[in-house]
């Protein structure tokens, strides 16, 4: 008869070019440590050398949506089990130091016990393909905003007659114009040489246009064929369904509960009683783009949706301020996201 090998629980201190395995028994006994690298081959060596243990069944993993997002996905594919895994807090690193065995260890023992929960982010499917698109478009929407800052910071230092040229012109009309300056060779002089670099920010503004075009006609045909009942919802655009879904992930499953995705975005009031005193504070954690989106809705709806409007000034009249109503619909607005995303990314 084969003797059945014992339980052992993995955890993983992920680096950039290298992570750090380590594996523990069922009460906690340090088994072995080991350092590999973050490639194809060093997934297949980590996971030989950790079933030489024994049947692994845990790894708990830290950065599963960073540097260890690769590793996380082939543990997946082999069938483990992976939970993801918040790194020491200060005060054990300030009493046990840090290395890259300690955290291992750490992220072994966090499995084991069951203080590490979380599910992480499958990145399989068609939601990982918006998030990338999103980075793109983001970091193009913020270089074209600081381009036109620079241009209107130009603009005020510019010779007067460029300025008079320049100055009652809209964005639009101003692009166009400085993008077809000809301000000639002689740099030394100020005025061609502001001309000049006018006319090498407004290309770059409308190269970032066109890249941002083709990045949203991108986005909305993924975003529509991911969730199309979502950009059904009043105040929910292209933009705002893309953060929600990165936000949720491929796998929403993974959320036990709408309270969890409430959690997630920072819209859940967390309990601060004491005593005599029964009360909630604001939750200034969580995803802070999936907060901004519930915020975007809430507005959107306030301007156009008569129920929400209602229903404010239901609450007006109870003595809560705007800013503890919008509060609270953004709590509302979670939970109807977090059953239509579910609804959603459930169905074939």
């Keep these: 008869m ?15 070019a290298t992570h750090h395995a380590a594996v523990v028994d069922q009460v906690g006994r340090h088994l072995g440590d080991h350092e ?9 060596h980590l996971m030989t050398w ?9 790894v708990g993993v830290e950065g599963t949506g960073t540097f260890g997002a690769a590793l996380t996905r082939v543990l997946l594919s082999h069938g483990l089990k992976v939970v993801e895994v918040d790194r020491p807090d200060r005060k054990l690193r300030r009493y046990r130091g840090k290395s890259d065995p300690t ?16 599910t ?18 983001r970091s193009a929407v913020k270089a074209r905003t600081q381009t036109v800052n620079q241009i209107k910071a130009l603009m005020i230092t510019a010779p007067e007659q460029l300025r008079d040229q320049l100055r009652e012109l809209s964005l639009s009309r101003l692009i166009h114009t400085c993008a077809r300056f ?38 909305a045909g993924l975003v529509g064929s991911a969730a199309p009942q979502l950009l059904e919802l009043p105040g929910v655009g292209v933009e705002v369904a893309g953060q929600l879904l990165v936000t949720a992930g491929d796998n929403p499953d993974r959320l036990r509960s709408e309270g969890a995705f ?8 967390l309990p601060a009683s004491s005593g005599r005193t029964d009360r909630h504070r604001l939750n200034r954690g969580g995803d802070r783009g999936a907060n901004n989106a519930l915020y975007t809705i809430v507005l959107s709806r306030l301007r156009h949706d008569e129920a929400t409007r209602d229903y404010a000034q239901r609450r007006r009249s109870q003595g809560l301020s ?14 109807e996201i977090h059953r239509h995303l579910v609804a959603t990314l459930d169905t074939p």
């Design 262 to 269: 409430a959690q997630l975005c920072g819209v859940a009031p």
């Design 182 to 219: 000809r301000p000639g060779s002689d740099l030394t002089d100020p005025s061609v040489a502001t001309k000049t670099a006018l006319r090498t920010l407004a290309r770059r503004h409308e190269a970032l246009s066109v890249e941002i075009s083709e990045a949203d006609k991108a986005l």
């Design 322 to 335: 705007s800013r503890e109503i919008i509060r609270c619909l953004k709590r509302y607005v979670a939970r």
């Design 103 to 118: 955290d291992a260890y750490a992220a072994a023992l966090a499995a084991l016990s069951g203080r590490a929960t979380a």
């Design 50 to 58: 950790a079933k030489s243990f024994g049947e692994v069944q845990c």
């Design 120 to 137: 992480p982010k499958a990145r399989t499917g068609v939601v990982e393909s918006i998030r990338a698109l999103r980075v793109v478009r």
């Design 2 to 16: 084969t003797p059945q090998k014992q339980p052992v629980t993995a955890g993983v201190d992920t680096h950039g």
């Design 36 to 44: 590999f690298p973050a490639t194809a081959s060093g997934y297949r």
